[in-house]
């Protein structure tokens, strides 16, 4: 059982930076697509950005720009940069694990953005 833990969330001003982390049990993300996902109060959960095993990045149009993913070479960690935060990013942040057949969510952390 893979479990994923996610660290690094807090409150920030408008403008602000945060760097989230999602620590695997295991090298995984070999394998598996590490993925970022976020869902805001009284709002459906949402992806933020893919990483394919293979290095491919997809980001939600709501990100581009700001928010930057990336992953260690053990490729048991994975780590979400986030620039000039605004506070429609509130939300609570969730690593995400997958492949064919086979998914795992962390626990979530929580960002707030406020002045």
């Known amino acids: 059982q893979v479990q994923l833990v996610e660290s690094g969330g807090g409150l920030v001003q408008p403008g602000g930076s945060l760097r989230l982390s999602c620590a695997a049990s295991?090298?995984?993300?070999?394998?598996?697509?590490g993925n970022w996902y976020r869902q805001a109060p009284g709002k459906q959960r949402e992806v933020v950005v893919t990483?394919?095993?293979?290095?491919?990045?997809t980001y939600a149009d709501s990100v581009k720009g700001r928010f930057t993913i990336s992953r260690d070479n053990a490729k048991n960690w994975v780590y979400l940069q986030m620039y000039n935060l605004e506070p429609e990013d509130t939300a609570v942040y969730y690593c995400?694990?997958?492949?064919?057949?086979?998914?795992?969510w962390g626990q979530g952390t929580q960002v707030t953005v406020s002045s």
């Open positions: 995400h694990a997958t492949r064919p057949f086979s998914t795992y």
């Open positions: 295991g090298s995984i993300f070999s394998t598996y697509s």
């Open positions: 990483m394919h095993p293979g290095g491919t990045t």
